[in-house]
């Protein structure tokens, strides 16, 4: 790819995108499953990608390669949404014990300012996710599962240069958006916009390896 913009056509290069994506879409159906053989497809696809190759790797079941990826997805994920769910719940949890207050009753707006609390944590702890997804597909594609757990050595990859995790997570929120469009088709169109959803995060993947290898460019001199 010649640049991020690539990953979002990169895979219409590929004579057979048809087929692997509405493959794997199906194979994505299966609870659980699905989402691992995705990871695992994600990186045969990076797999390409670093080779020069703009392809997607063939559809399939590929568990062995992707559970590495999924756990450390649903671990990242979990922690980072914890504190937006305890203070909803929390909030939840008040309002079923005071609703026979009546001086609780008559401030109802205390409820709102919590649960909104709440989903400001929820989405602050989404985009810091996105902020750091593409560190981590790149140290899971390396390292595995043990390396995108080493959570400072994923941070410093991260932070060597912020303009690029925070443009790659910028495209990852994107790329999340695209892959919620398929609910607007009867719901079982979001399995195929989220399978070209991931192709979009490994192109931006394999451009984020690049981009932070690059050592900055040094200042002109005086």
Known sequence: ??????????????????????????????????????????????????????????????????????????????VLSLPGLVLSWGSTMSTFSNLSNSNYMSHPYAFSTVNASGSFLSLVGDLFLDFL???????????????????????????SNVTNSVIGGLLFFVAGIIGGLGLIACCIGVFFTAAYSATVMVGVASWFERAQAVPPTPTPAA
């Open 133 to 159: 997804l593409p560190s981590l597909i790149v140290m899971t594609y390396h390292y595995g599962f043990s390396g995108a757990m080493d959570v400072p050595r994923v941070w410093r990859l991260a932070t």
């Open 1 to 78: 790819m010649n640049s991020v913009g690539d990953a979002f056509s990169f895979q219409f290069k590929d004579p057979g995108w048809v087929g692997k994506i509405v493959v794997q879409a199906l194979i994505l159906i299966i609870p659980i499953v699905g989402l691992i053989a995705l990871a695992g497809w994600m990186l045969m696809t990076f797999d390409n990608l670093r080779a020069g190759r703009q392809e997607l790797a063939p559809a399939g079941f590929h568990l062995s390669r992707g559970i590495g990826l999924f756990g450390a997805w649903f671990i990242y994920s979990l």
